[in-house]
């Protein structure tokens, strides 16, 4: 038996928002639905009506348990009893092992070497099998398909599938359910499914929203590739933000983005740290880096919106250790006091004076049971 695969000529219009809904119904009795959080620091320091979606404190930590948990809903018994593998940065593999022991299957998850060691465990705390590549000399994709030939698992994507793009879309129709309306709604874009999906739900429910994505400087794979009009790769992004190291945009994200998303902006590492030292000041909850890029792309000013819109922004994501949270802070240069100098915020203190990272253990708020 061999996994799921998507033809090689992808259209957007294999996915639409009657998926959608359909995610939502399905996901619905196993998910969180998550906060949206309204910070008046962080609306006052910004000057435009934030909306920050809590998906830090999503089942496993982050909004892919909402796609992993749809496309494992869609397997027929005997898949389930043959099991499944993923390939992931470790918030996908976090999902899909969770997933797993909620509907009785065995997981193998595909992790980079270099994957931080929370994820790793969260996986294997819940059962899953790790199996590690290296990505500067293997494809993961690759070593994915092997397993899936040899043992008969069914792949679960991390983001190129209409079950995980329409669970990812589950994600926008909470967050305008709250805070509607939006004039912009702001995505962190890894392989480019969370985007896709709400970029979806957002045409159907609110169409003069726009959605923008927001990549680390290091890892522009998805603006570089809607600029050339084509999926163009790029080298192995180095960047603090682990879950958008992706190298090239899946072929049905991309087909969706190029279509409903209105930009893509860039921001740098400095900038994410902020965002999340940011976040953990003014609401006491903590984001990991690819979690805190679309707020840093608001805080930053690289987001041109303007003073006064509501700007909806997803928190994508939360799993990081403190120590890892430490280093963050002590190797990045503070974007925040740079920015403070030039844009005259009244936002005070840098990232070293403040209270973040926590001393403890980063915890979300909400019980998963997945660790
Ligand atoms: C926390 C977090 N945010 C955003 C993303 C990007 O999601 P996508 O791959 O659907 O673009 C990821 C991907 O792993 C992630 O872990």
Redesign the pocket.
Known sequence: MMGEHLPSAASADMVNFDDVLSAAAHVAGFSTRTRTLVSPSLNQRTGRELFLKAEHEQRSG???FRGALNAMLTLTPAQLRMGVVAG?????GHAVALASRLLGATAVIVLPHDAPAVKREAVLALGGRVVRYDRMHELRDEVVERIARDDGQVVIP??DSVAVIAG?GTVAVELLEDSMPLDMLVV????????AGCAIAVRALSPATRVVGVEPVDGDDTRRSLAAGCRVGVAVPATIAD??R?QMPGRL?FEVNRRLLHAVVLVSDAEIVDAMTALYEAEGTAA?P??ACALAAVLSGRLAAAPRTRVGVVI??GNMDADSAHRLIAAAPCAATAQRATSGSTFSGSARETGWPPQQPVRRRTSSGSS
């Open positions: 982050s909004f892919k992931s940065s470790g918030n996908h991390s983001s990812a962190p874009v890894g392989g480019g499914g969370l985007a879950g958008l992706h994200t990991e690819s979690g994508s994501g």
